[in-house]
């Protein structure tokens, strides 16, 4: 018995070696240092580890432990254990230090020998100037100008020094201060720009415009309630200079008296005051309307002005229910955004959104202000469904809006089950000045073989932190779209991502959030008094619906945007006078353009304006004719069908005609548009390719001249 126990050990021994040699080490350890982006000051960097594993034995499944020697530390330690990938991100490290890594890689037989060892020494924090002032954007001839230019580094050790690299005549600035001093002798416009020079090494330029005026006259006046005949406090008056394509603003005091100096010239003149009724000079209604008053350099002009309360709100409800395709009901979060472009006069009296939990029957009820459009959004307490805005919508901009002038109900809601994985996406939305959170939508776009389709969306919480998890893997785009004034944007590592196209694809596995996956956002700096409007169309004759329409200026910045609507409609309001190009965004199509567009507050206040936008691909189609044209227009069955993952979908054609072919899921959405084009009489195929695609029925449309015809086909994988 004794010798059988050593020959059992002595075998069960060499098993267990056999098993720990099947496991290699993982191989190509490196580690480098990588930074945040061109801000510094706000996060310093990370070490980013990347390691390779044998192609042999068989490629398999591995986890990996991850261990890490810290400075001034003889040990290693284990930072992180069972990550899945070949990639990993250390957040947690000093400037100027040194750190040294090894990997293991384990799975259920065992565990590898340490990975080769790979070292780092990260910088210092990098020296990041900044100002921190704000110049005085007007001024007056022969009245001294004067400004503190002020900036600071994040070393609390550098010297700034100051000088201008742009300025009119006569413009002085003290280096040590940066205290700047200018006399005009002219009226204009005046470009300036201050260099601020860090001691450690850091630079960083300010560039403004000075707007000085000429003669002066005088504007005066009272403000009233039409009603009572009682002074109006605080209300907001604009005088929008028509020549100098620019306003200026003052208030009326506790007796509702205002006075303004301003330049002579040609003005109009607007009051507002929450919970009154806007109204231009004369009891004028808006802007294109509104008088025009002549200033002139003698006698004041009394520009007195009665506004009127805003009438009690009428309310109505929107209702509906939450359930399952089983008609189970889903305990859910409901919430209802009040449209930020919807118009109101007064803005103070209706919350932008507000949310409520549905009840054991999965009924919901909101109380609303009519008039208005809103957009609901359900979001499961069961995390196995997916969250989704009414219509069947996956993104806040696809939205079906909902105009509300009386009771809304049956605006309900099917949730669809989703697979269950151990992953997810977090980051936080921020203002790219200054870094502060802004609340936003949040979606995801997933990459398909026929290009990104909007596939999870959430809201991310006050502070614009987000984190959505239980994603398909995959490569996916992340959008923010948040409250006015900021712009929508994209994830993207370093800087701002303005379009889909600038954004950062992220790589989602199986297991494991991606961290950090912060989006910048810019944020409107200036309003005016101009419109631009128009409508947006597809190449496919189809309305674009949640596209992004943006007007850029003559230096690339964007000045005003407007999302589309269900008739493709967008209007950007409160422009500046100036030169702007138009651009879509819409994930998934081209960038269309405009010509340069010139709005003014004389003559061209508004200007109209349509768009043309494109797939970002297509696909080839086959021309099958052989001589042989058809007696009808015919649409045939697919073949193969079933299919994984190609089929030919042939189509005849009697004349010439334009042919619309697109493909659709059950629930009527268009997964992929295949054909649209003008083609010539005969017969033609055209290949798809639903890589990508869950299996399932899927419908396919052909629409040429007055034909129209569906059918069936199945994928099966």
Do not use: C
Not at 245 to 261: C, E, I, M, P, V
Not at 347 to 368: A, E, K, Q
Not at 664 to 673: D, K, Q, S
Not at 697 to 709: K, M, N, W
């Amino acid at each position: 018995m004794k010798t059988i126990n050593k020959y059992t050990a002595f075998f069960l021994l060499l098993f267990a070696a056999s098993i720990f040699a099947q496991i290699p080490a993982p191989e190509n350890l490196t580690a480098e240092f990588r930074t945040h982006g061109p801000t510094p000051t706000n996060a310093y960097g990370f070490v980013e580890l990347n390691w390779t594993m044998p192609s042999s034995p068989t490629p398999t499944m591995y986890h990996f432990k991850i261990f890490r020697k810290d400075p001034n530390s003889t040990e290693f330690r284990m930072i992180m254990d069972g990550w899945r990938g070949t990639k990993f991100f250390d957040y947690n490290v000093t400037p100027e230090k040194t750190f040294e890594y090894y990997v293991k890689a384990f799975n259920s037989s065992g565990i590898s020998p340490e990975s080769n060892h790979a070292t780092v020494t990260t910088p210092p924090i990098p020296d990041f100037v900044k100002f921190v002032s704000e110049p005085p954007r007007t001024g007056s001839v022969g009245v001294q100008f004067v400004y503190d230019a002020n900036a600071v580094s994040n070393n609390p050790t550098a010297v700034i020094t100051y000088s201008l690299e742009l300025s009119p005549d006569g413009m002085t600035i003290d280096a040590s201060t940066g205290l700047i001093l200018w006399t005009p002798t002219m009226s204009g416009d005046f470009h300036v720009q201050v260099k601020a020079t860090s001691s450690k090494g850091g630079v960083a330029f300010h560039g403004f415009k000075i707007f000085v005026y000429g003669p002066l006259g005088f504007i005066t006046g009272t403000v009233t309630d039409d009603s009572t005949g009682s002074p109006i406090s605080g209300v907001a008056v604009y005088f929008i200079n028509l020549g100098a394509n620019r306003h200026d603003l003052t208030y009326t005091d506790n007796s509702g008296n205002f006075n303004k100096a301003l330049p002579i010239g040609w003005y109009k003149i607007k009051y507002l005051k929450a919970s009154y009724i806007p109204e231009f000079y004369n009891d004028k209604s808006d802007f294109r309307t509104a008088d025009s008053i002549l200033l002139g350099d003698f006698a004041p002009f009394n520009a007195s002005a009665g506004l009127s309360k805003v009438p009690p709100p009428v309310f109505y409800n929107i209702s509906g229910w939450v359930k399952n395709a089983s008609g189970e009901p889903v305990r859910s979060a409901m919430t209802v955004f009040l449209i930020r472009n919807t118009p109101n006069p007064n803005p103070s009296i209706v919350p932008l959104h507000h949310t409520i939990v549905t009840d054991s029957l999965g009924n919901y009820n909101f109380r609303v202000i009519g008039g208005m459009e809103y957009v609901v959004f359900a979001k499961p307490f069961n995390h196995t469904y997916y969250p989704e805005y009414w219509n069947n919508k996956r993104s806040f901009l696809e939205a079906d809006k909902i105009l509300v002038n009386e009771n809304k109900t049956d605006i309900n809601f099917t949730m669809d089950l989703k697979p269950v994985y151990a992953n997810g996406v977090s980051g936080q939305v921020k203002h790219f000045t200054s870094s502060e959170g802004v609340p936003a939508h949040i979606t995801l776009y997933r990459l398909l073989n026929i290009g990104f389709r909007p596939f999870k969306s959430t809201r991310s919480d006050s502070l614009g932190n987000y984190l959505i998890e239980n994603l398909e893997p995959g490569k996916y785009i992340i959008q923010a779209i948040p409250r006015f004034p900021f712009f929508p944007g994209y994830y993207k590592q370093s800087g701002v991502a303005k379009t889909w196209r600038q954004a950062d694809t992220v790589t989602v596995t199986e297991t494991g959030v991606l961290l950090a996956l912060d989006i910048n956002l810019l944020a409107r700096t200036d309003t005016g008094f101009a419109v631009i409007a128009g409508k947006v169309r597809t190449t496919q004759g189809d309305n674009l619906v949640g596209g992004i329409v943006l007007a850029v200026d003559v230096e690339g910045n964007i000045a005003g945007s407007a999302e589309t609507d269900a008739d493709g409609k967008y209007s950007i309001e409160d422009l500046p006078a100036g030169n702007y190009t138009l651009a879509v965004d819409a994930v998934g199509y081209l960038q269309g353009t405009t010509p340069s567009l010139t709005v003014d507050y004389a003559n061209n206040s508004s200007k109209d304006a349509d768009l043309l936008v494109s797939p970002t691909s297509t696909t080839s189609v086959g021309d099958k004719t052989n001589g042989t044209i058809p007696n009808g227009y015919k649409l045939m069955q697919n073949y193969p069908n079933p299919f994984n993952p190609n089929t030919v979908i042939r189509f005849g054609l009697p004349e010439k005609a334009n042919v619309k072919i697109a493909v659709y899921n059950l629930i009527g959405e268009r997964v992929a548009n295949l054909v649209s084009q003008e083609l010539n009489a005969g017969y033609h195929e055209v290949q798809f390719d639903a890589n990508g695609l869950s299996s399932g029925v899927y419908l396919y449309r052909i629409e040429a001249g007055s034909f129209i015809s569906v059918k069936k086909m199945l994928l099966l994988k």
